[in-house]
């Protein structure tokens, strides 16, 4: 009998995860975003507060192009690799990325490049590659020696009379003013010291 298990990355979103957005108002101090019942687990060691989403990994179909915020966050906290969840492949050289190929950007390009990303083990590469569209365009291997967690990406939200309103989905350092009135999806690694792989 053929094995006709769909083939999706730990960090994808099913289609019975959903993420909530109802309840966001402005917090009591007037500076920034919070939840009406938010908890001490909704925002990160930075102050940052995080969109919310049911946990059902692997029951419904696979959204592809759509990431789920914890499983995301949590590969690239522990460096796991984004397709198996087990530590991503690490040696003196750096840890190892996919990445879709964006070398004509800028010279030194992954240098200095924000990646929401995570990282990958050597086994997941072939898998990523065969399945994924994405990276049907294009695509390079990389080690970065240096993969500092440098802030968030998430949806901005504007404060106005009557409440906040939902504006542009942005990249922002953790140093960025603008954090507090960001839901964040994605953890952000800032890349340095690159090596392209053959």
Known sequence: MPDTR????????????????????????????????????????????WA??????????????????????????????????????????????????????WSGWPDGMGVTEPPICRPCIDVATRHCPALRRGYVVVRSRQYE?????????????????PGEQVLLDYTDPAVVWTLAHNLVRLLGDCTIVD
Not at 17 to 39: H, K
Not at 59 to 66: D, H
Request: proline share 7%; net charge positive.
């Open 52 to 105: 919310r989403a049911n946990s059902a990994p692997e029951i419904g179909r696979p959204s592809f192009g759509k990431i789920h915020p914890a499983r995301q966050r949590r590969a690239m906290r522990r460096l796991l690799c984004q397709v198996c969840a087990k530590p991503a492949d690490q040696t003196p050289d750096g840890v190892l990325w996919l990445l879709l190929d964006h070398r004509g950007d």
């Open 149 to 165: 967690i440098s802030g968030i990406q998430g949806l901005q939200f504007h404060p106005g009379r009557t409440g906040i309103t």
């Open 6 to 49: 769909v083939i999706a990355p730990y960090i994808t979103r099913w289609s019975t995860e959903a993420t909530y957005l109802g309840q966001l108002t402005r917090r009591p101090s007037g500076r920034g975003i919070a939840y009406r019942d938010e908890t001490l687990g909704d925002r990160d060691r930075h102050g940052v507060l």
